[in-house]
């Protein structure tokens, strides 16, 4: 185990990060190792950000992340302290990742399994298997093309965008993850089942780009996993990993602006007041909030108040946690449940911005894996609610318990029959926490809507294109949200941040 004892008198450069997010921890981790005295600070009273955990009542519940992807990634920062990840956290492999079940009762079993996954679709539509075989070509090919070799590219150029244009123009980059499910499947059960995708990163997918087909691939390819002990046994390890670098993540710390002095970045004031210098600045938080919010707009020539205002922003979340005395052994981990309706809800939600009466939910039972979430003989729940940003103009306050009211009705009449007589404890997280707890511009979970030209080099970049030394990391800056993505976001990262000696020696940022 590689272990570092720094003295007081450690005259190495400063990084802070703002934030104790994925990619902030990820971020902190590889700052240390290249040689940076690294701080990291966080609103909340304990590491996470969105990926917080709420203890309730003996009921453990991930308030963030709960599909885990990727963990390559993952496994690169371990390695990167000497260490393994697979003797920190135990990582169990989904069967199946999701069960996707339609408001008619039907269902389908969503796996890694390539010859079960043929099955399912013939249980659906016989006639789509050959046009399945050419989504999952196209969907390799945006692997392939997307993720492997673009999303460590920082974009920090024109010269980037150019680079990376003859790829997109091969991925058809313009069309909607929708519009090219759509040309090789008829059966409209199957299009919504090979498109939901981009709702997990905050995207509609009749808007985002197709390259997102790239998450089939990359779940086929890697599988998806949920950690035992909840994704939050994944920040700890995390924060561990920092503490034996000799880096504490000082929570109940709010960032209140980030100190600009000819140009660049010099450090930070915290919400008591104090001033920490720094040599680098590193954002882990919602990147319109960090331009908006933390940085004076005289210092700001790109991502000035009015740009950062005609921006477009993700959807928003209703998310209901609750634990039950009675478990329910027939729910998988995760369950999607889809509506009557699929283009009109996602209309309703990304485009006229209205709270609709019906909706689609995410069901996460994580006891189906990990019993010790909850009191012996109980279950852990959250499920999930895609709603539209604060731009609906929704009073939650107001609204909230109607809405979990009406969702609860919903599941005792599909999945959960007669299970609310049996819930223990209850609270919610509404668009309005993400705004005034999570610091989220319009409330939105996932910051930018990640549309083609909200993308990459269009995206707020991760070395700040208006403040010297100042860099971004996580779902607001490229190549966006979700657990895959910020850590490929902190990886993308290094390749514009100086080395320690440079900055030491007061080399240009």
């Known amino acids: 185990m590689l272990k570092r004892t720094y003295l007081p008198s450690d005259d190495r450069p400063i990084a802070v990060v703002i934030g104790s997010g994925f990619g902030g921890l990820a971020a902190a981790i590889r700052l240390s ?4 005295r690294v701080k990291v600070f966080e609103k909340l009273d304990k590491p996470g950000g969105r990926a917080y955990v709420h203890q309730r009542d003996g009921y453990t519940f991930d308030a ?3 599909i885990i992807t990727a963990p390559f990634l993952l496994e690169e920062l371990w390695e990167l302290c000497g260490e393994k990840l697979v003797n920190d956290v135990d990582l169990r492999l989904m069967d199946p990742f999701y069960r996707i079940r339609f408001d008619d009762g039907s269902h389908f079993d969503y796996t890694g399994d390539l010859a079960r996954m043929r099955d399912e679709v013939a249980k659906f539509s016989l006639a789509d298997l050959p046009g399945y075989d050419r989504f999952l070509a196209e969907a390799e090919k945006c692997y392939q093309l997307g993720f492997e070799e673009l999303s460590n590219v920082a974009f920090d150029s024109l010269s980037d965008l150019f680079e990376a244009f003859p790829s997109m123009v091969k991925m058809k980059a313009w069309e909607s993850i929708y519009t090219l499910v759509a040309r090789h499947l008829k059966n409209d059960k199957l299009r919504q089942v090979m498109s939901f995708h981009p709702l997990l990163i905050g995207g509609n997918p009749f808007s985002v780009t197709a390259v997102y087909s790239l998450i089939n691939s990359l779940e086929r390819k890697h599988g998806v996993f949920s950690a035992m002990g909840g994704t939050g046994s994944l920040i700890k390890g995390l924060v561990r990993l920092l503490a034996d670098l000799g880096v504490d993540v000082q929570c109940n710390q709010e960032v209140k602006r980030i100190e600009v002095r000819d140009g660049k970045a010099v450090g930070i004031t915290l919400a008591d007041g104090n001033f920490v210098p720094a040599d680098i600045v590193v954002s882990n938080a919602d990147a319109a909030w960090t331009y908006q919010k933390l940085i004076e707009p005289q210092h700001r020539k790109v991502w000035t108040d009015k740009k950062v205002a005609r921006s477009k922003y993700s959807m ?14 027939d729910i998988p981990h995760h369950m999607i449940l889809l509506g009557k309706r699929y283009r009109e809800l996602l209309e309703d939600i990304f485009k006229r911005k209205v709270l609709a009466k019906d909706f689609s939910l995410y069901l996460h039972r994580p006891t189906a894996t990990d019993p010790s979430l909850a009191p012996t003989g109980h279950d852990t729940f959250y499920v999930l609610s895609p709603v539209p940003n604060l731009d609906s103009g929704t009073n939650w306050q107001e609204t909230a318990e109607s809405y979990r009211q ?16 049996h819930v ?40 700040s294109e208006d403040v010297k030394g100042l860099y971004m990391v996580g779902a607001g800056t490229h190549p966006g949200a979700g657990i895959p993505g910020v850590l490929s976001s902190a990886k993308a990262l290094m390749s514009v941040v100086p080395h320690p000696i440079n900055v030491a020696k007061g080399y240009a940022q």
């Open 424 to 463: 223990t404890t209850s609270f919610c997280t509404t668009p309005q926490d993400f705004q005034d707890r999570l610091l989220s511009v319009k409330g939105a979970a996932f910051g930018f809507e990640p549309l083609l030209l909200q993308s990459a080099w269009f995206r707020p970049h991760n070395r």
């Open 33 to 36: 190792h290249k040689g940076y």
């Open 64 to 66: 963030g992340p709960t």
């Open 406 to 421: 009406a969702i609860a009705e919903y599941l005792d009449q599909s999945v959960l029959p007669g299970f609310q007589k």
């Open 316 to 329: 928003s979340l209703f998310v209901w946690y609750f634990g039950t005395n009675q478990q329910y052994p």
